[in-house]
């Protein structure tokens, strides 16, 4: 049986706060996923979420 650990759907405060941090250092959003070791897809759908 394969076991699949819980997913962790939701960024924390913590993980945003780095986001934004990154971001602002001109980090593309495949190394802040890669450092956060979550989808690049979700970092675009959050980033998303901040531009008006």
């Known amino acids: 049986m394969l076991y699949i650990e819980n ?16 971001l602002c250092q ?4 495949l190394y802040i ?3 956060l070791d979550r989808n690049k897809s979700l970092i675009y759908r959050e980033v998303k979420k901040w531009v008006p």
């Not at 962790?8 to 941090?21: G, H, M």
């Not at 001109?26 to 959003?29: A, F, G, N, T, V």
């Open 7 to 22: 997913k962790r759907n939701r960024l924390s405060f913590a993980e945003r706060v780095i986001i934004k941090t990154l």
């Open 26 to 29: 001109k980090r593309p959003i």
């Open 33 to 35: 996923a890669r450092q």
